[in-house]
């Protein structure tokens, strides 16, 4: 009887932690089964030790559940210590740490993600004005792009697309119609950058600057009146070309480590004596500072005559100049690699600035950082990831398309194996990619800054793109290898770094930030444990902060019992919120979702403070966020582009890698724990039948190649929104060969199967006339078969050019 009693009892507390039942509701629950067991002497006679063990128990829950009681005993005691070991943070790294709102990721650290709020998130639709705009203008300056004049022969972007861009508002995206922008949404504005990014980098890039982080942004959150009513109209029609100057040749991934100063002082203004700053200031890697005529500059003021009042140092703060100022020190360009966009350097010494040219006046010095930091936690998720994933799009596109036209041993090379794998790397990555963009955008639409997935989406689809392309320069051989007209892959190839370093370069996004970040602010109990300790009011602060830590108690216990038992039952032990061949991927991504937030907790439990150093636990912990993410954002996608049969194979691959990579990111943080033991222990909590995920199979992964490899409504939904070639360019040959190649399927095999030979671009004229002669094909095919292998050779075709045009003229050795 007692054993059967403390196995109830045991189920009973298991069932409350999973549950999350409150600790009052706990003891009330506890006291009934006590009494209904007793009453009816279903635990008599049990050993004296048991039941003084029991009352223990449940003395040591009632007395928890008295708040007084267990602050005097334990919160308060625990409130001195955590005052101690709270990790130090200086301003800006508090300021960036708060900068953004919580959404998705926080429903992740609850290790009990709700579903229903994930699918009632609308599905983002462009409005028939965004619509027009990306199939009027934005198709119509894609026509007018070509990649290899821009990139060889202008090395800038041609005048005229500089003209084209200005009287279609291009730079006016973010600014609202009553200023002259367009006003687009997060979604629309992605999908100009995205569209504009996979017919020339040089051109994505250009339009991308003005509208994100930079001079309109910050006006339009935190400008004066005067400021806005005089630049915005000016920035939406390109009267002004801004660009925004934060790093420093000493201070890049620490920007607010920067050097450069403004000393308050009095000046000479317009003839009159005014109050203002001496900035000086050297900066580099400026995007569209060449050609720029305003420069948004940040630097750290500093009041030493105390014209301001009694503080020194004032902070971080941003400034407008136009670059006509004199003083002003910029025009000379970088070369970046792989494109061509205008980027360089800009200087200045002691030169006086009004206070009126602070963004947002006299009251915001100071306040850059956070103004900088709050920009960046909606704009990181827009432009590169838009960049990343039009990479993805347009080499599924390409490759899937050369590969079924490029054969070797008589095979279309798409056929073998070898290239498969890395063709369904391509399209399963795409898939994922632009299921977290969507997501993320909805946010954004919803009036959500999420800092924390800002990062991931920057982070995950800038170096996924780096794998796609990686992968489809494999497939394509020397033909990805040789620079010229005929080459599309070439500067998407060379400029992938840009995308990696720019807006927090990846290893730090990766390992300092995303689970650094996520940790304090979507963790549900964290911050609000911290803001309690740090709380100057010492009697409010005790009080929040035991309401604080008895709820992180409970949750931390929740999430062991939760991660356990969805171990134990295969995740069948919770619910999906929809039916059918996607549920399971539900249940198991709650089942990760508990896991991580018991390992995460725990790791921050023992390192505390000191978990920041442990970049490489913090990196695997950001790579199962990053796939919680990613995870959930194809689910969400499928359930929106209403669950097509035929995407299956895709959603299948997408979530078993993702799946497999949270469970080895999880188990390489408990392989490296910082008390092994603990580890040990946790380990068998969250995987207690071992590693049960595993890489997508071959099968999955063919399935997800062959839809590459025809023309199919899943490819269509994969490559949707980049720009589609049907002229006379190096992707248009592509695009027409691969529709006559797939035309002329049947025809080629039945040549083959009757005069056993394959079609190839070398003797399909005698072979086709021969096939036609006996009467294997018709005339009609045969016109299909020709045309289909003259376009071939067009594909296959690279570039070589006379040794002068290499060399130039420079003088042999
Ligand atoms: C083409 C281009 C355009 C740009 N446009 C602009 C612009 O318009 N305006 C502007 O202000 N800036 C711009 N930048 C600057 C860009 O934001 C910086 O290059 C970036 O912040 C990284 O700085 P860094 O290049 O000095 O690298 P570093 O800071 O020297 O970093 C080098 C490496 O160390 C890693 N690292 C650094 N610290 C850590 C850490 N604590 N933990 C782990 N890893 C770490 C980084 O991830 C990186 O991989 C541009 C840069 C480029 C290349």
């Given at each position: ?17 999973y ?192 509208n ?29 070309i801004?660009?925004f ?38 900066k ?12 948004g ?25 136009p ?32 206070m ?26 827009i432009?590169?990831p838009?960049?990343g ?86 497939i ?16 998407a ?43 100057q ?14 709820s ?6 929740s ?18 919120p ?19 937030a ?36 194809m ?25 497999y ?19 040990g ?6 995987f ?39 002229s ?17 399927a ?12 394959a ?55």
């Amino acid at each position: 009887m007692t054993i059967l009693f403390l196995f109830a009892l045991v189920l009973t507390l298991m069932l409350i932690s999973y549950n999350r039942v409150p600790l009052v509701l706990t003891v009330v629950i506890l006291f009934v089964i006590t009494a209904l067991l007793t009453n009816f002497r279903l635990i008599y006679p049990s050993p004296t030790w048991f039941r003084w063990s029991f009352g223990i128990v449940m003395v040591t829950l009632a007395g928890i559940s008295i708040k007084p009681l267990r602050r005097l005993l334990i919160s308060d005691r625990l409130f001195s210590l955590f005052r101690r070991v709270l990790p130090r943070m200086s301003e800006t790294e508090k300021e960036a740490l708060e900068a953004g709102t919580v959404w998705w990721d926080g429903e992740i650290f609850s290790g009990r993600p709700r579903w229903k709020k994930l699918l009632k998130t609308p599905k983002p639709v462009l409005s028939e004005r965004e619509q027009e705009f990306l199939d009027g203008p934005v198709d119509e300056l894609c026509r007018m792009l070509n990649d290899w004049e821009i990139c060889h022969h202008h090395r800038r972007l041609p005048d005229p697309v500089w003209a084209y861009l200005k009287k279609h508002r291009f730079f006016s995206m973010i600014i609202p119609a009553r200023y002259g922008g367009l006003e687009f949404s997060a979604l629309a504005h992605s999908a100009v950058v995205m569209k504009l990014a996979s017919r020339n980098i040089t051109a994505a890039v250009t339009v991308m600057v003005p509208n994100s982080l930079g001079p309109a942004e910050l006006l339009l959150h935190y400008g004066t009146e005067e400021q806005k009513n005089h630049y915005l109209p000016r920035l939406a029609s390109g009267a002004e070309i801004p660009c925004f100057a934060l790093t420093s040749p000493s201070a890049g991934s620490d920007a607010a480590g920067m050097p450069d100063k403004g000393i308050v002082c009095m000046g000479e203004f317009q003839g009159e004596e005014v109050l203002g700053m001496r900035v000086s200031w050297n900066k580099r890697y400026i995007t569209l500072a060449p050609l720029a005529t305003v420069l948004g500059l940040a630097f750290r003021a500093c009041d030493p005559d105390g014209l301001l009042g009694d503080k020194e140092e004032l902070g971080i703060t941003c400034a407008l100049l136009p670059v006509d100022t004199p003083g002003v020190e910029i025009g000379t360009r970088h070369m970046p690699v792989g494109a061509v966009f205008m980027n360089g350097p800009t200087r200045g010494e002691d030169v006086f600035i009004p206070m009126d040219w602070v963004i947002g006046g006299q009251a915001r010095i100071g306040q850059g950082w956070r103004m900088l930091m709050q920009s960046l936690a909606a704009g990181r998720a827009i432009s590169l990831p838009a960049l990343g994933t039009a990479g993805g799009k347009m080499a599924t596109l390409m490759t899937g398309a050369y590969a079924r036209i490029r054969k070797q041993f008589d095979t279309p090379i798409g056929y073998f194996e070898g290239v498969e794998e890395p063709l369904t790397r391509i399209g399963g990555r795409t898939y994922r990619m632009d299921a977290a963009r969507k997501l993320t955008l909805a946010a954004l639409d919803q009036g959500e800054k999420p800092g924390v997935l800002s990062a991931i989406v920057k982070y995950q689809l800038t170096e996924g793109n780096r794998q796609i392309i990686n992968d489809a320069m494999d497939i394509h051989g020397g033909k990805g290898i040789i620079k010229g007209p005929n080459n599309y892959l070439s500067h998407a190839y060379e400029a992938l770094p840009i995308s990696i370093t720019v807006e927090g370069a990846n290893i730090l996004t990766r390992s300092l930030i995303i689970f650094g970040q996520g940790a304090i602010r979507a963790h549900p109990w964290l911050l609000k444990e911290m803001n309690a300790a740090t709380d100057q009011s010492s009697r409010n602060g005790r009080k929040d902060f035991d309401k604080a830590v008895f709820s992180h108690i409970g949750y931390t216990i929740s999430n062991g019992v939760r991660a356990l038992m969805l171990g134990l039952s295969g995740s069948w032990a919770t619910r999906s919120p929809v039916r059918g061949p996607s549920a399971r991927y539900y249940r198991h991504l709650t089942r990760m979702s508990a896991a991580f937030a018991l390992i995460a907790d725990s790791v921050l439990l023992t390192l505390g403070g000191k978990f920041k150093y442990r970049e490489k636990l913090s990196g695997r912990l950001a790579d199962a966020l990053i796939h919680l993410y990613m995870g959930s954002a194809m689910l969400k996608r499928f359930e929106d582009d209403e669950r097509p049969h035929e995407d299956l194979p895709l959603l299948q691959w997408g979530m078993d890698d993702s799946l497999y990579t949270i469970q080895q990111s999880l188990m390489g943080v408990l392989q490296n724990f910082p008390v092994p033991l603990l580890g040990g222990i946790i380990r068998l909590i969250c995987f207690p039948l071992g590693q049960t995920y595993k890489k997508p199979t071959d099968r999955v992964g063919r399935k997800v190649a062959r839809l590459l490899l025809s023309e199919n409504a899943s490819r269509n939904r994969l490559t949707d929104g980049v720009y589609i070639s049907d002229s006379n360019d190096a992707e248009g040959r592509v695009n027409t060969a691969f529709h006559l190649v797939l035309d002329s399927a049947n025809a080629e095999r039945a040549i083959r199967t009757a005069l056993k030979e394959a079609v190839s671009v070398d003797n399909y004229v005698g072979l086709v006339k021969r096939a036609v002669e006996s009467g294997v094909i018709t005339e009609e095919q045969a016109t299909r078969v020709r045309l289909a292998q003259e376009a071939s050779a067009l594909v296959i075709a690279v570039d070589d050019f006379p040794r002068s045009e290499i060399e130039g003229d420079s003088p042999a050795d």
